[in-house]
């Protein structure tokens, strides 16, 4: 089943022949670059920006062909001689795609989600031997979690949102969530029925909490947001959405299913509201049941004051009853046909996107809409055994999906070797309704090899051969084979990435970053609580990380995976010493647990100096970019409060403690680590040796307060990085080989 997007490419196809016209009109017209003489099927500027600007000195050497996407789909081939390659492709993203291909399998560099090895391309681009050719083998590439706007950094700017859309075109993605700016919608559509500006900006949550609230399982926390705030995130939004649809990507926009303010029967007669409650502490907004004679009229406001700002899709993500919403007397097939409806009556033909996740959507709710026009994006393909996707969701088409991390966590690892032979399984299976793979992780940024493994599934016709596709990595990674390289990866992929099925699809968190306690397992409540693989092999990967060739040190790829790999290996020592400290204080060893927590304490203060020294382990940047947002010093304030909780405390102290929603995005960057991490550590371990010594209890200690202090603080951090990575995780190697 091809995946096309007619009003899309009928726009395209006009502009491009407008412009051809007007060009040959023209004395002394050159002939059009990148396009046949014909007329190319799309516009493929577009995909020779992305092209310059994530390869400025090499891009002259592409040629970027544009051709028509046939019935089986989106695909490119790639051939040519040294230093001029042509790639063709169905879309400005394919084209990027088989750019992607070609520096993967023919010049061998990495650019990676992060990371790169470009540096390491020749002055002249190598040739092709014959041509490369790829076709997608299904027709959705989908990426982003409904969390990514939280736990991503929701104060990011159009220049980082472009990168990582261009990132993903490389590795072949094709539909993105546009999650910026979505409260734009619900404030104007809203204002026509009953309420006032003020009333709704008090209702809306600070950005950095806004994707629960589109989720409806909370309201309000973070503000009130500003009017210059709100108007300033639906311009990016809409730069976000625009940019997706110039390289032919669908940009996944939020549906509106009956999210309202309290109060909303009182101002609009007729109308019928279901109270949802509360979600981990929170109170939840109310439901409008979408039977009612209200819902449609709301419904077509929102879409109107949507498309007004956004522009055009044919696909949007949105959930009914997340986690524990309720239903009441509302019959909810009937209500997902109204909503399916409504959505149809303002985009004919749209896709509405569900996330496969716990009990949704269920049966009742699929009973009720054409379900042919549904994506399920699963958030637990790997996560769970004996999952049989068309029996529980009668044949919907449906997205493998991986949340490779909770939370945005630093931790490595992924289950990797499930994703190889399971996608293919479900794929080639009997009246299979599998048509897309969905990369859902709650926080990107990380894990590059698991972005660049998961995306392609996409693009190979049969199973990958987990141990070679490693080492082919590993090849690539850094510019050029390495036998250390090799080794590294071959000891990462048995360990973090080695996860097999069953409970999780993330690694263990850190107990650096966890609440202090003497039998602490895990830093997040709903993280495993112990290792999912052997902790030496990422001591082993770092032995052999160091030894790679001085050559291939300088990229950026190399850099940060010692970095991560290093600090990977310091994090899981943790789990060997706390129960030594445990069994040094219960057996009342002074010197025994001064020892241990001393190396405890140097351990968690190498850990700071390591992540110090790259960027992607900087809270600096996080909370400068939250405070660049605001208009005057309040509203940078309440920004920067919303920035700094949603790592912390998250909510107040009941979602925190009693809801334990605390450290549930706990990472280890600098900042926290020195300023939120090691001190509660110092705190609780002062307080045991003083009881040791006393002969008492350990003092009780409000951790809340003193984290809580902290999401309110305004301490500023470094924005720039400080230290030689290859030195600090030397440093980190032989600290490792004296415990």
């Given amino acids: 089943m091809a995946h096309r997007h ?49 390869l400025p000195a090499r891009a002259a050497q592409f040629t970027l062909v544009p051709v028509e996407e046939s019935d089986s789909g989106d695909h490119f081939s790639v051939s040519g001689t040294a230093g001029a390659i ?19 399998r023919v010049a061998g560099v990495d650019i990676g989600w992060p990371g790169g090895s470009v540096d390491r391309l020749p002055a002249v681009l190598p040739a092709v031997s014959g041509t490369l050719t790829k076709s997608a083998t299904v027709p959705h590439r ?48 809203l204002q026509e029925f009953g309420y006032d500006a003020a009333e709704l900006r008090a209702w809306v949550p600070g950005p950095a909490h806004q994707s629960w609230w589109l ?40 549906g509106f299913f009956g999210t309202v303010p309290p109060g909303f029967t009182a101002r609009n007669p007729g109308a019928v509201t279901v109270p949802q409650g509360t979600w981990v502490g929170f109170a939840r907004s109310d439901w409008l049941d979408p039977n009612g004679p209200v819902f449609g009229a709301l419904a077509a406001a929102y879409y109107r004051h949507q498309q007004d700002r956004f522009g055009d899709s044919d696909m949007f993500k949105m959930d009914l009853l997340h986690e524990g919403g309720t239903a009441g007397s509302v019959d909810v097939a009937r209500a997902s046909g109204a909503v399916q409806r409504a959505l149809d009556a303002a985009r004919p033909g749209a896709t509405w996107v569900l996330l496969g996740w716990q009990q949704n959507p269920s049966a009742t709710l699929l009973s009720g809409v054409d379900r042919r026009r549904l994506l399920i994006v699963d958030g637990l393909s790997d996560r769970y055994e004996d999952l049989d996707r068309e029996t529980q969701w009668g044949g919907t088409p449906y997205a493998f999906g991986t949340i490779p991390n909770f939370g945005g966590h630093t931790t490595l690892g992924a289950n990797t070797a499930v994703w190889v032979d399971r996608f293919q399984t479900w794929l080639s299976k009997p009246d299979s309704a599998l048509r897309g793979i ?24 049969g199973p990958i051969d987990h141990r070679a596709w ?55 409540r709903w993280s495993p609580t112990t290792m999912r693989y052997e902790a030496g092999t990422v001591e082993r990967a770092l032995s052999e990380l160091l030894r790679v060739a001085p050559e291939l040190r300088t990229s950026d790829a190399y850099r940060y995976d010692l970095v991560d790999v290093a600090r990977q290996a310091l994090s899981n020592r943790a789990r060997v010493l706390l129960p030594r400290i445990k069994s040094a204080y219960e057996a009342g060893d002074l010197t025994g647990f001064r020892t241990l927590v001393r190396e405890w304490n140097a351990d968690e203060e190498l850990l700071g100096r390591l992540v110090s020294a790259d960027r992607r382990f900087l809270i600096g940047p996080w909370l400068a970019d939250a405070r660049a947002w605001g208009a005057d010093p309040a509203e940078r304030d309440r920004l920067e409060y919303d920035a700094r909780s949603i790592l912390t405390t998250w909510g107040d102290r009941v979602q925190s403690e009693n809801a334990g929603l605390r450290d549930y995005a706990n990472r280890e960057w600098d900042g926290l680590l020195r300023d939120v991490y090691a001190p509660r550590w110092a705190a609780y371990f002062a307080g045991l040796d003083t009881a040791l010594v006393r002969g008492t209890a350990p003092a009780p200690v409000d951790w809340f307060a003193l984290d809580d202090a902290w999401a309110r603080g305004h301490r500023s951090y470094p924005t720039a990085p400080v230290g030689d990575p290859v030195a600090l995780a030397g440093e980190v190697s032989a600290a490792l080989a004296l415990s």
């Fill in 6 to 54: 007619p009003f899309r490419r009928c726009r395209d196809a006009l502009a491009v022949a407008v412009l051809a016209l007007v060009a040959a009109a023209l004395p002394g017209a050159p002939a059009p670059s990148d396009a046949s003489a014909a007329g190319p099927a799309f516009d493929p500027a577009p995909a020779r920006a992305g092209l310059e600007r994530l």
């Fill in 86 to 104: 042509e790639v063709r492709g169905t879309s400005p993203a394919t084209l990027l795609a088989g750019v992607g291909w070609y520096l993967e």
């Fill in 142 to 189: 989908y990426a982003l979690n409904d969390t990514d706007g939280g736990y991503s950094g929701a104060y990011r700017d159009f220049a980082s949102y472009r990168h990582d859309i261009d990132l993903m075109a490389l590795h072949g993605v094709n539909e993105v969530f546009v999650q910026t700016g979505a409260e734009y919608p619900y404030y104007r559509a």
């Fill in 215 to 254: 989720l409806q399982n909370m309201s309000g926390f973070g503000g009130p947001v500003s009017e210059q705030l709100i108007e300033a995130r639906a311009a990016l939004g809409g730069r976000v959405a625009e940019h997706l649809r110039s390289l032919g990507m669908t940009p996944v926009l939020p």
């Fill in 438 to 461: 969905a990369y859902l992780p709650e926080g990107t940024g990380g894990n590059p090899v698991a972005f660049d493994l998961f995306t392609e599934l996409a693009w190979q016709a």
């Fill in 470 to 524: 490693f080492a082919a990595y590993a090849a690539r990674r850094y510019g050029g084979a390495d036998p250390h390289a090799a080794a590294a990866w071959e000891q990462l992929r048995l360990g973090p990435y080695s996860g097999a099925s069953g409970l999780w699809s993330e690694p263990q968190d850190s107990l650096f970053t966890a609440r202090p306690g003497l039998t602490a397992a895990t830093a997040a």
